[in-house]
């Protein structure tokens, strides 16, 4: 396995920083696109224990209810999740772009000593 060094991954990290508030996003929405996964387990254990095998069938219901809810929010969040991502990626790859292209274009123009 070759080893990563540091100096490799201190400028795209710092590139990254600078887009705080859109990874923040990244993050929100992420968090809710995860929420059945994190919360359908334990929600339908409570259904099953607290409603259906006591014999109280709307405890089970509104425990079901809170996990449908919970499948929406995760919805909402997975369709926002590219969107957000796209608020990351694009000014990175802009900013890459201007770095790579426009030296390399510069020293390239007619007119211009090399």
């Known amino acids: 396995m070759i080893p990563l060094s540091d100096a ?9 920083l600078g887009e705080r508030r859109a990874l923040g996003g990244v993050l929100a929405w992420s ?9 359908s ?6 259904a099953l224990d ?3 095998l006591h014999g109280r ?3 089970g219901l ?3 209810g809170v996990l449908g ?3 929406v929010a995760g919805a909402a969040g997975a369709r926002q999740i590219p969107s957000a991502l ?4 694009e000014p990175l790859r802009d900013r890459l772009v201007r770095r790579v292209v426009k030296p390399r274009h510069c020293a390239n123009s007619p007119g211009r000593e090399t």
Do not use: K
Request: proline share 8%; aromatic share 10%.
């Open 62 to 64: 509104a425990w079901l």
């Open 31 to 39: 968090l809710a696109a995860a929420l059945p996964a994190l919360v």
């Open 69 to 71: 809810l919970a499948m």
């Open 41 to 46: 387990g334990r929600l339908i254990a409570l």
């Open 86 to 89: 796209g608020r990351v990626i």
């Open 50 to 52: 607290d409603g259906f």
């Open 8 to 16: 490799g991954w201190r400028r795209p990290l710092r590139e990254l």
């Open 57 to 59: 069938p709307w405890i």
